[in-house]
């Protein structure tokens, strides 16, 4: 089978793809170990990619950062950089509790993470003008030499003539792995807990408010809609949103359609609610 045949467009952007999964993270990794030791190596020792730097690290970092970035958080407290994405790089350094950058190397390092979403993560034709190119490319050395880092690869990679197929073939494969990541969202229902007292179909209500409904998604048709229940304290009103939510799924099953609970009891909770919706529609985090 013949090779594919690249033009200039598609190996530009091979090349920022080069430069996203391979030289900045390593420069990220220096530039957080080098923050970190500024402020904790007499303290709590320097940075060595143990698993005690990391739990050093999870235990600075707030209750409210935990229910946020459970999935980073994760990744990070096992303390190995080697291990950490750029997403949780960009985190440790631009947003944890421990971490407070100098506005130099904070605006060095947001750059960075503009460079990723706007040019990486969020180019559709997978193709990249030469001027855009040299652009974005000039950037991303900015920064490095703002943080010190050497750009000598950078250079390299900005003014090579050609591109080995085993590095293409690499890229190419991390490619599918952010596609994977960046995928449609599925269909999810995700109710409220059943209580621990038996309990009653509800069919005279559900389709009552599921006939409501439906009239406001008509009359609205683009709008927003909402549709409140009132009652007394133990009436059921948790449990007929429970049925309401597992009908209006069931019967839309083959349509694109969620159904989401929000945990309203505190404002931490409403807010964990919101993030874990948005991980299941797939929303990029760092957009």
Not at 186 to 194: D, E, G, H, I, Q
Request: glycine residues 4%.
């Amino acid at each position: 089978m013949a090779s594919i045949k690249y033009n200039d467009e598609e190996l530009n952007y091979f090349r920022v793809c080069k430069v996203t999964t391979h030289i900045i993270p390593d420069g990220l990794r220096k530039v957080f170990k080098q923050e970190w030791n500024t402020r904790y190596q007499a303290t709590h020792g320097q940075w060595q990619d143990t698993s005690k730097n990391g739990m050093d690290f999870y235990g600075m970092e707030s209750p409210k950062n935990k229910k946020i970035k459970p999935r980073e958080l994760s990744i990070m407290k096992n303390g190995n950089t080697n291990e950490w994405d750029c997403t949780c790089l960009f985190y440790g350094i631009l947003y944890s509790n421990s971490i407070k950058p100098t506005l130099n190397v904070k605006k060095s390092v947001d750059e960075l993470r503009k460079f990723r979403n706007e040019v990486f993560a969020h180019t559709k034709d997978g193709k990249l003008k030469e001027a855009d190119f040299k652009t974005s490319i000039d950037k991303v050395i900015t920064s490095f030499t703002d943080l010190k880092l050497d750009t000598t690869e950078i250079e390299e990679i900005k003014n090579e003539t050609s591109f080995p197929t085993e590095e293409l073939e690499d890229i190419k494969k991390q490619l599918e792995k952010k596609k994977k990541r960046n995928e449609e969202p599925r269909p999810f229902c995700v109710l409220p807990a059943k209580p621990s007292h038996e309990t009653v179909s509800r069919l005279n209500e559900v389709d009552q408010i599921n006939e409501e409904m439906e009239r406001l998604r008509n009359a609205k048709n683009n709008e927003v809609t909402v549709v409140y229940l009132s009652g007394n304290p133990g009436c059921g009103k948790s449990e007929v949103a429970r049925q309401i939510g597992e009908r209006f799924f069931d019967e839309k099953s083959t349509e694109m359609n969620f159904v989401m609970t929000v945990n309203a009891s505190t404002i931490d909770t409403l807010l964990q609610s919101y993030v874990e919706f948005a991980d299941r529609v797939k929303c990029d985090k760092d957009f």
